[in-house]
C-alpha cells in the first residue's frame, strides 16, 4: 500500500460531529419474521419500514439490498464472501460503486495457506485503499480467520488489517466457558484492537445464538457486553470526528440453524425467543454500552494506537 493514499479504517460521515454508535438491522435476521405462529411473513418492504419506524440508522445486506435500503433514507453497509484475490477485488468495486459506506468480507474458507491468507487480506487492504472503502474481515466460521490462533499470526504479518467482531464465533468453536472467559478475552485482545465494525450475537460456548431473555444465559450476555465494551472504547481512543461504529444485531432465523428451535404441530420450526424484539433489545444494549463508554473513555496508555500501524 502507498503510504501517501491511506483511507480512514472507520466508517465516517465526514461530519464535525463526535464519533457515535448507529445500529443497523441485518437482512439476514429480517428473514421469518415474526415470530410464529402469524398468517405470513413480513416482505423485505415491510421489514424495510418497520426497522426504520424502530430507529435503526441502517441496514447490511448483500450489494443488491441497496436500492431499496437507500430510498428509504438509511445507510447501507455491503456485505459478502470472496475466496480469491479476484472476487476480493470484484465484490470492493461492486459495494463501492453501489455506494455502500463499508464491506465486511467472508474471507476464504479456513483452509488457506498462511500465503493465500495473506495474499486474501492485501487484496483487502489494497481494494480499500483503491476505491476508499472501509472493509473489514468477519470472524466467522469457514473463513480463513476461524481460527483465532491463527487470526493473531496474521495481524502479527499484516497489522493493518481490520475486522467486523462477531465474536459468537470464537465463543462458540472455543468452548469459552469450558476454557475461561479471562483467557479467551486475553487472547481476542488484538482482534477487539482493530474492531471498526460489530455483529451482535450471544453464543453459549455450545449454540451459536442463544435467547438474551433467557436467564440461563445471562452470564453469556455479560460476557459479549464486556466484549463490546471492549471494542468500544478501544475504537473510540483513535476515533475522529465523523467516525461511526456500526453494530448489527445479526440474529439467523430458523431456518439458518443457527437459534435453538423445536418443530410445532405442523412441521414448522418454532424459535425460543422472539427475535425482532431481541434485535430491539440488542439495539438498546449497544446504545446503553456505548454511552457507558462514551463518558469514561480510556487513558492515553491504556490502548496501543494500533490504528496508525499501518
Known amino acids: 500500500m502507498s503510504p501517501n493514499l491511506k483511507p480512514s479504517s472507520h466508517v465516517s460521515d465526514r461530519s464535525a460531529n463526535p464519533p457515535r454508535l448507529v445500529v443497523y438491522a441485518h437482512t439476514w435476521a429480517l428473514l421469518e419474521l415474526p415470530r410464529l405462529p402469524h398468517p405470513r411473513s413480513w416482505t423485505f418492504e415491510e421489514a424495510l419500514d418497520r426497522v426504520k419506524e424502530a430507529g435503526f440508522l441502517g441496514v447490511q445486506g448483500e450489494p443488491e439490498h441497496a436500492a431499496p435500503v437507500f430510498t428509504r433514507g438509511l445507510r447501507f453497509a455491503a456485505g459478502g464472501r470472496a475466496n480469491a484475490v479476484a472476487e476480493v477485488d470484484a465484490l470492493i468495486d461492486r459495494s463501492a460503486a453501489l455506494g455502500a459506506e463499508c464491506l465486511t468480507v467472508h474471507l476464504g474458507w479456513g483452509d488457506e495457506s498462511d500465503d493465500q491468507i495473506d495474499a486474501l ?21 469457514a473463513t480463513a480467520v476461524q481460527d483465532l490462533w491463527r ?3 496474521l495481524i502479527e504479518r499484516i497489522p493493518g488489517i481490520r475486522f467486523n467482531g462477531d465474536y459468537s464465533h470464537y465463543y462458540c468453536a ?9 483467557a479467551f478475552a486475553e487472547q481476542l485482545r488484538p482482534v477487539l484492537e482493530r474492531t471498526c465494525f460489530l455483529h451482535g450475537r450471544v453464543s453459549n460456548g455450545q449454540s451459536m445464538q442463544v435467547s438474551i431473555d433467557d436467564g440461563e444465559h445471562a452470564g453469556h450476555l455479560e460476557h459479549f457486553k464486556t466484549l463490546w465494551r471492549s471494542a468500544m472504547s478501544r475504537w473510540l481512543r483513535v476515533a475522529r470526528p465523523g467516525d461511526l461504529l456500526p453494530f448489527v444485531p445479526e440474529l439467523g432465523p430458523p431456518s439458518s440453524g443457527y437459534a435453538i428451535t423445536w418443530p410445532d404441530s405442523a412441521g414448522r420450526r418454532q424459535e ?8 430491539l433489545r440488542l439495539k438498546r ?3 446503553d454500552l456505548f454511552l457507558e463508554v462514551a463518558g469514561d473513555p480510556p487513558g ?3 490502548v496501543p494506537d494500533v490504528h496508525s500501524a499501518q
Open 300 to 302: 492515553p496508555g491504556d
Open 121 to 141: 487480506a492485501a487484496a483487502v487492504l489494497n481494494g480499500a485503499e483503491r476505491r476508499a472503502l472501509p472493509v473489514y474481515v468477519e470472524t466467522h466460521r
Open 285 to 287: 444494549i449497544a446504545e
Open 174 to 182: 472455543g468452548e469459552v466457558p469450558y476454557r475461561g472467559f479471562a
Open 151 to 153: 487470526t493473531n499470526r
Open 272 to 279: 425460543s425467543s422472539d427475535r425482532w424484539a431481541e434485535m
